[in-house]
């Protein structure tokens, strides 16, 4: 039996609902900001460690294997309500870069200063790593 346009309609709405109630049910916050920074290093196999503190990246300079780096990182949330700031790493770094905190609140118009952290194994290769660190600035809706 053919369904009528209205009742087409109908169900179309009705699936439509049902989709955006499960979407408020598992997705409790959404992103209001998203900021990417560079980050890089590289791995030399010798005595000589190189820092870069130049603000265009996150550059961690050069690391022997067993190596390991510290970067800080100011974050602020000039908002005048709460925001959870999310991190996420993409690139050959991901592996190796760990932040302090993550998945923390930032009350309004509050800073916070997170540590980033880049760890060598002893296995590691010889040459330029690069990726990006994403920052997801986002607001809780209940």
Do not use: C, W
């Not at 925001?83 to 996420?88: C, D, G």
């Not at 997170?114 to 760890?119: E, G, P, S």
């Amino acid at each position: 039996m053919k369904m009528k346009n209205r009742e087409k309609i109908v169900l179309m709405l009705i699936i439509a609902f049902f989709l955006l109630v499960v979407e408020l049910l598992f997705l409790d916050y959404y992103v209001i900001d998203i900021q990417e920074v560079r980050a890089d290093f590289k791995v030399k196999t010798s005595n000589f460690v190189a820092f870069n503190l130049d603000k265009d990246a996150l550059h961690f300079g050069t690391v022997p294997p067993k190596g390991h780096s510290i970067r800080n990182m100011t974050f602020y949330n000039y908002y005048n309500f709460p925001v959870i700031l999310s991190i996420k790493s993409k690139g050959d770094i991901s592996d190796y870069i760990s932040a302090s905190q993550n998945n923390f609140v930032l009350e309004p118009n509050s800073s916070k200063d997170i540590a980033f952290t880049l760890t060598l194994p002893s296995n590691i290769e010889s040459r330029q790593y690069n990726g990006t660190l994403k920052f997801y600035y986002k607001r809780d809706i209940f």
